[in-house]
Nanobody
C-alpha cells in the first residue's frame, strides 16, 4: 500500500491550496482517511478526517482551528482524498501527511495518530508573505 500526497507549496496569507492523496495497493472507500500536519518543532496533529457511515455517505471531522476554512473530501473512483484549504494563515505552515486506516474506526479513534496504519511521505505547505 502506498499513499502519495501532492499539492503543497508556498502561498500568501488568505490564499488557497488543494492537497491530494492518492492511494494504491488497496481500496479505502469504506475506511477512514485523514490529514495530519506537523509544524517545525511541534508534534504531529490531527487536521481532518472522512469516515464512511454507510451507502455513499461519509462524515467529516475537523480540528477546531481549521473549521470553516478547510474541507476534506474523497473520490472513491480514484481512491483519493483531498484537502481544500482556504483563507490560509501563517500558523497553517507545516508538512501535511495523509493517512489511511485499515479498520472502521470509532469516533474516539478518528483523531488519534496511532489509529492509522498507512501514511504518505508528506507535502510541505508554507504560508508566508
Amino acid at each position: 500500500v502506498q499513499l502519495q500526497a501532492s499539492g503543497g507549496g508556498l502561498v500568501q496569507p488568505g490564499g488557497s491550496l488543494k492537497l491530494s492523496c492518492a492511494a494504491s495497493g488497496r481500496t479505502f472507500s469504506t475506511y477512514p482517511m485523514s490529514w495530519f500536519r506537523q509544524a517545525p518543532g511541534e508534534a504531529r496533529e490531527f487536521v481532518a478526517a472522512t469516515r464512511w457511515i454507510g451507502g455513499s455517505a461519509n462524515n467529516q471531522y475537523y480540528t477546531d482551528s481549521v473549521k470553516g476554512r478547510f474541507t476534506i473530501s474523497r473520490d472513491n473512483a480514484k481512491n483519493t482524498v483531498y484537502l481544500q484549504m482556504n483563507n490560509l494563515k501563517p500558523e497553517d505552515t507545516a508538512v501535511y501527511y495523509c493517512a489511511a486506516a485499515s479498520a472502521r474506526l470509532i469516533l474516539s479513534e478518528i483523531r488519534r495518530k496511532d489509529a492509522y496504519e498507512y501514511w504518505g511521505p508528506g507535502t510541505l505547505v508554507t504560508v508566508s508573505s
